[in-house]
């Protein structure tokens, strides 16, 4: 069974950081492409980024671009997301996700 575990996530300042991190089991994490997607507050899920399973190419849609940094340890079979220069339209809850399945999510506020 896939299963994934979000964490990390919490509220924070305008230009603070966060560091989220997922857990993986129950499929090959190292031969995966893991992807971040975002919910906020009233819309629909949103696609943040996608690292390949080595790890060595990553890429992200342009609103986090320079600010949000994906990496992988394929030993620990966990995902990270590190979140600096948060801005308050981060807000939202943050899922990893592998193929169609994501986790339960952790909620990131961006809030002075």
Known sequence: EVKLVESGGGLV??????RLSCAASGFSFSRSAMNWIRQAPGKGLEWIST????GGIARYV??????FTTS???GLNTLYLQMNNLK???TAVYYCSVGSTRGL???????A
């Open 62 to 67: 342009d609103s986090v671009e320079g600010r």
């Open 51 to 54: 690292i390949t399973d080595s």
């Open 72 to 74: 992988r340890d394929n």
């Open 88 to 90: 308050p339209e981060d």
């Open 105 to 111: 999510g952790t909620q990131v506020t961006v809030s």
């Open 13 to 18: 300042q305008p230009g603070g950081s966060l």
